[in-house]
């Protein structure tokens, strides 16, 4: 979590390897909303449209959802997203927060009333949890 109180600018990934769901908010509005699914077929069209999305938006950090099993253990999917985050580290040289996305794509199909493209909504959720987390002098 962010040490400062300063303003932030937030981007949130809920990756897949089909579909990456984006969503932006800041820590000043604590507020979180879907920007747009991103549908990559190479890794380097995936780190093209990335690095677009950094380079309009220019967050302070970037949110991952990590899927972890309903009990809260690692699964297959968690090695995947964390390995996708250090890729973002790395490439960007960005903070990279993780947050637990357990039932972000149930809520957000929820949302939605189906499941299609709930993917934005999803990485929205996740960065609603990660800004409902911040400690109270950063509100």
Request: net charge neutral.
């Amino acid at each position: 979590m962010p040490e400062s109180s300063r303003e932030e600018t937030l981007l949130a990934f809920d990756y897949g390897l089909k579909k990456i769901g984006v969503a932006i908010g800041n820590t000043l509005t604590r507020q979180a909303r879907p920007l747009e699914v991103l549908r990559p077929v190479t890794r380097e069209q995936r780190f093209q449209a990335i690095g677009k999305l950094l380079r309009e938006w220019e967050p302070n950090r970037v949110v991952v959802g990590l899927p972890l099993t309903t009990d809260g253990q690692e699964q297959y999917a968690s090695l995947r997203c964390r390995r996708f985050a250090n890729q973002l580290h790395g490439r960007y040289g960005l903070a990279v927060e993780l947050v637990d996305e357990r039932g972000t794509s149930i809520e957000a199909q929820a949302v939605l009333g189906n499941n299609d493209d709930d993917d934005a909504v999803a990485a929205a959720l996740i960065l609603q949890r990660y800004l409902d987390a911040l400690p109270t002098q950063n509100r």
